[in-house]
């Protein structure tokens, strides 16, 4: 009997999956002619990106560089294509970027600006990547102020600075690059100076930069900076005299007194004595993108600890501070932010002591930082709200008293839930530094009106939107992308 | 055998002010209330005498004055004759009709974008998240601008009109003209007129409402009283009997029918635009400050309405839509039936953030020449009379006001489609 059972006894290679489903042919179909809906919708998209992109590409790349008016543009597009339309005439950025960028800042003091936003940029890093090891932000501090020096007019003094500079970026940058984080730490561990916390550096920053941007003599800068030191002693040292509560009264009094009061007169005789400074620049002659990014980064700074208080404020149980918080929120973010600067630009100085006259940048600085503490506090209201109950609970019974419990458990869960509304606040408050214009200042649309007013650039438009919309771009869009990145880094799984 | 007594009553020292609970929190609130008084008592006595000194101390009066200049786009009657109050109310007015248009446009292009960005063809989505990228990252008042310079410098005069050889024509079958002083379109107009009624006589708040107006609210009122009838109707038979009958065409009827009538009896009739002399006259001039402000407003607002909208749809679990398919709906019925209601609920709440911003964006029509009211009350009113604190205190209020009703009315809009739980 045969056996005529069929078994296989062995497998079928694998095949390719069919042409029409790999590679760019089934992208195609998956991704752009999955039905016949889809198909047309695909073919008008590409005639619409066609129609968009054959007007902009040649305006943008067959352009004037180097016209040294509309009228001379326009010859030189004239003798080129034949026709001046369809052809951007970027001279007018090529000739007024910097203008652009800095206002009427002496151009002789650019360095100052650009060495306080790249001190910044140093400030910033051990915050927003705390992966950034401590030699890396010091080699990057010190480099910075090398550049500088490099740039500055040369005299012994200089020469000397440019030295020390050169060879700390040398001694740091040779560890950088040669030493390991272990040897490093053998090194400690036998006895090795640790480099000092990056965070010293940001903590010194916000003193710095006015300094840097208004110049002047250094005394007013170091005496504010002293006003919060005082604070920090009597906070410190008050605890071994007074209950919590008075101490923190009576820091924050010494500090508002000697703010008040003292520093105007301490500052004004330290620099009768000792005058060391650095050339003054007027507050009329800010503006530009300078100005947009110093607003911005006050107000950004400012608002978020303000925003913190009010916030929690409003979450109180003390029905005064709740009720003080609730009126000033609803009551900042009821009205325009045009309205504040109306505020700021004619009315501050009414409110002030008769006789006060104190800096229209300032004032702005006053009133977008309120403006943006509201938004702000909203923001992280919304994150302490989505903390569950549980975590309240938690830090009681771990006997944390109020600051600890918020400082240790509540806010960092609260503000890790609320990142992306924080940076979408910072991106707003970023670009209504714009609406400064509008009360008379020369921010970037200020100075397009004002280079349009200039004869020969009379009657341009294009190139100046494009260049302003570019640069706001650019900072907005890494702003988001950065919040992303962050809200990735600090996914626990659970929130 | 034990007397119970009460705890031994701890007799109040003024240090428990400051470490006892139960009283620190008022302590700590009567401090706050006491700071709070002293701010503001010396910023209203540094606001006193400094008035004073500028010798203008507070007063409203300057609101009945003549305003003296003129308003050219506006709802109600107003010369150059009426008060600043009447200037205020027509500027608020400009504003009021910016937010309303801005909000509807932004939602309806808003919420496009943002079902298209989910699209599943790769173009489109890319497409769109190029446009709410863009639109996003630039500020709102570069837009504005940038879209009056397009009307401004892009759009034919109304010389080129003119002649037998016109360089540029009339839209829509010669009923719209856009040209680089406004769009001028077709206005609706009654050869048997009920006319107007006039409120309040000749003050400054005056308005008139159209008799016209009136009537078709009223029909199309009753008419969709009606329509609701119906459906009632369709629903008790539906369940009785199991079967739907038809009412499309009866719905259809009851809601065009009646106002058409009225329409002819009323004898409506288009004015159309026409070139006279250097410009045009008739129909209803939309000036290029309001449609750059109402466009840039709600392109700018749309981008975010779309992330909203995104957010908001991803927000619903793959199970419904997926129960929803397996129940045999189709992909766009889901949409409607299944999603969208749910997804409103996330939806809601910041987008109404979102039309407070647009509202309060529309204060930089000051930007663009629009008279709204911060270019009527906080503007010119405001240069002319000298009064800042008093032009701003009103600009503020107003503005809060109508934050709180659109916030107001939002969130009962909110209470009515939220989930009921337990």
């Not at chain 1, 840097?212 to 605890?239: E, K, N, S």
């Not at chain 1, 509560?245 to 000697?258: E, K, P, R, S």
């Not at chain 1, 506090?377 to 994150?383: K, L, N, S, Y």
Request: charged content about 10%.
């Amino acid at each position: 009997m045969s056996d005529v059972s069929f078994v296989r006894t062995e497998m079928l290679p694998e095949q390719d999956p069919p042409g029409s489903e790999v590679g760019v042919i089934g992208w195609l179909r998956h991704n752009l002619f999955s039905s016949w809906i889809n198909g047309i919708l695909t073919v008008l998209s590409l005639f619409a990106i066609y129609f968009v992109l054959s007007g902009i590409l040649p305006w943008v790349f067959q352009s004037v560089w180097n016209g040294g008016s509309l009228t001379e543009c326009r010859e030189i597009m004239t003798a080129t294509w034949g026709q001046t339309h369809g052809h951007a005439c970027w001279g007018v950025i090529n000739e007024r970027w910097l203008q652009l960028l800095f206002g009427f800042y002496p151009s002789d003091l650019y360095g100052r600006p650009i060495l306080s936003l790249v001190l910044l940029l140093v400030a910033m890093t051990p915050i927003l990547f705390n992966m950034i090891s401590r030699r890396m932000n010091w080699f990057l501090l010190v480099l910075a102020f090398f550049v500088t020096a490099v740039l500055m007019d040369a005299s012994i003094f200089v020469w000397i600075l440019r030295a020390g500079f050169a060879g700390a970026t040398l001694v740091i940058g040779y560890q950088l690059v040669t030493l390991s984080g272990a040897d490093r730490a053998e090194q400690i561990a036998q006895g090795a100076k640790r480099l000092p916390n990056p965070l010293m550096f940001t903590a010194i920053y916000p003193f710095l930069m006015p300094w840097l941007m208004w110049g002047g003599t250094i005394w007013p800068a170091i005496c504010t900076a002293f006003g919060f030191v005082i604070g920090y002693l009597v906070l410190r040292f008050g605890r071994a005299y007074m209950s919590e509560l008075l101490t923190m009264i009576a820091a924050v009094a010494a500090a508002v007194i000697w703010w008040l009061v003292l520093s105007g007169y301490v500052s004004s005789a330290l620099s009768s004595v000792l005058p060391i400074g650095i050339e003054a620049v007027q507050s009329r002659q800010f503006g530009g993108f300078m100005l947009a990014i110093l607003l911005g980064v006050v107000a950004i700074g400012c608002s978020l600890p303000i925003g913190v208080v009010l916030a929690l404020g409003r979450q109180s149980d003390l029905v005064v501070v709740k009720f003080l918080c609730v009126g000033f929120i609803e009551f900042i973010r009821g009205v325009p932010l045009i309205t504040l600067l109306f505020v700021a630009s004619l009315l501050l100085n009414i409110f002030m002591p008769p006789g006060t006259n104190f800096d229209i940048i300032l004032r702005v600085m006053i009133m977008m930082t309120l403006f943006s503490a509201a938004y702000m506090a909203e923001v992280i209201r919304g994150g302490l709200a989505a903390l569950p109950r549980g975590q309240y609970e938690g830090a009681d019974s771990l006997g944390l008293d109020y600051w600890q419990a918020q400082r240790l458990i509540i806010m960092p869960q609260a503000l890790k839930v609320s990142i992306p509304g924080i940076v979408s606040t910072f991106i707003g408050i970023f670009k209504d530094t714009t609406l400064v214009s509008i009360i008379g200042l020369f921010d970037v649309i200020g100075l397009a009106s004002a280079i349009r007013a200039d004869t020969s650039w009379n009657g341009i438009y294009w190139e100046l939107f494009a260049f302003i919309a570019f640069l706001f771009f650019i900072v907005c869009f890494s702003m988001s992308r950065y919040s992303m990145y962050l809200e990735r880094k600090l996914q626990t799984g659970h929130r | 055998m034990t007397i119970l007594t009460d705890p031994p009553k701890e007799s109040f020292r003024l240090s428990m002010l400051l470490y006892d609970t139960r009283y620190r929190s008022a302590t700590i609130q009567a401090i706050a209330m006491i700071a709070f008084m002293l701010l503001a008592a010396w910023l209203i006595n540094n606001a006193i005498t400094n008035l004073n000194t500028l010798g203008k101390p507070m007063s409203f009066g300057f609101l009945g004055d003549t305003a003296g200049y003129d308003i050219n786009q506006r709802l109600l009657d107003y010369d150059s004759q009426d008060s600043h109050l009447r200037a205020a109310l027509i500027g608020l007015l400009n504003t009021l009709v910016v937010a309303v248009l801005g909000c509807i446009t932004a939602t309806i292009v808003g919420v496009f974008v943002g079902v298209m960005r989910l699209s599943n063809n790769w173009l489109i989505a890319r497409i769109m998240t190029v446009y709410v990228e863009t639109f996003r990252n630039v500020p709102v008042l570069l837009w504005i601008i940038l879209a009056m310079a397009i009307l401004i410098e892009t759009l034919p005069m109304p010389r080129a009109f003119k002649g037998d050889t016109p360089t540029a024509t009339m839209d829509l079958f010669n009923t719209v003209a856009v040209t680089n002083r406004g769009v001028y379109i077709p206005e609706p107009l009654f050869s048997r007129s009920l006319g107007d009624i006039h409120f309040l006589g000749d003050m400054a708040l005056r308005f008139d409402v159209s008799m016209d107006l009136i009537a078709f609210l009223v029909v199309l009122g009753l008419s969709i009283f009606g329509m609701r009838k119906v459906i009632a109707r369709a629903n008790t038979i539906q369940e009785e009997t199991g079967d739907r009958p038809k009412t499309w065409h009866v719905l259809l009827g009851l809601l065009f029918g009646p106002s058409i009538v009225l329409m002819i009896v009323l004898g409506f009739h288009l004015g159309y635009p026409e070139l006279k002399g250097f410009n045009f006259r008739g129909g209803i001039h939309m000036r290029n400050s309001l449609i750059a402000l109402w466009l840039a407003l709600s392109l700018y607002t749309a981008a975010f309405i779309a992330e909203i909208v995104r957010a908001g749809i991803l927000a619903i679990s793959t199970g419904q839509s997926e129960a929803a398919s397996a129940l045999g709906l189709r992909p766009n019925r889901t949409m409607r039936l299944v999603i969208l209601p749910q997804a409103l609920r996330v939806i809601i709440p910041p987008m109404i953030s979102n039309y407070l911003n647009l509202t309060k964006n529309s204060s930089l029509a000051i930007a663009v020449g629009y008279m709204d009211i911060t270019g009527t009350l906080g503007g010119i009113t405001m240069n002319q009379t000298g009064r800042e604190l008093e032009g701003v205190m009103l600009l503020m209020l107003v503005y809060l006001a109508i934050s709180l009703s659109i916030s107001g009315l939002m969130n009962w809009y909110n209470n009515s489609v939220k989930l009921v739980e337990r």
